[in-house]
Nanobody, 127 residues
Framework: QLQLVESGGGLVQPGGSLRLSCAAS????????IGWFRQAPGKEREGVSC????????YYSDSVKGRFTISRDNAKNTVYLQMNSLKPEDTAVYYC????????????????????WGKGTLVTVSS
């Protein structure tokens, strides 16, 4: 059974940083593209960043490009999302998801090929 668990959320002031982690159990992340998605209150879920399983290609939404960095440590079966220069509009529940056969753009924009979701971690950016 594919399970993903997010951690690292919390309350941070505008301009601050957080690092989210997405840990897998029951399967190895090596063969999966992993994406971070978020859903703010009253808004639709959006793809924030995705990373491929093999060639290191990444996708970032325009709203986070230059501020967020996605990375993976296959030895630890974990994917990270480093979030810098956080803004109040980044406040949301952040979810990670795994996809078997997809491009990072299709995964993040079209939600294509998603096989498993975590339960989310809340990020609140407020002074």
């Amino acid at each position: 059974q594919l399970q993903l668990v997010e951690s690292g959320g919390g309350l941070v002031q505008p301009g601050g940083s957080l690092r989210l982690s997405c840990a897998a159990s029951g399967f190895t992340l090596d063969y999966y593209a992993i994406g971070w998605f978020r859903q703010a209150p009253g808004k639709e879920r959006e793809g924030v960043s995705c990373i491929s399983s093999n060639d290191g290609s990444t996708y970032y939404s325009d709203s986070v490009k230059g501020r967020f960095t996605i990375s993976r440590d296959n030895a630890k079966n974990t994917v990270y999302l480093q979030m810098n220069s956080l803004k109040p509009e980044d406040t949301a529940v952040y979810y990670c998801a795994a996809a078997g056969y997809t491009t990072v753009q299709a995964m993040c924009v079209l939600y294509y090929g998603l096989d498993a979701w975590g339960k989310g971690t809340l990020v609140t950016v407020s002074s």
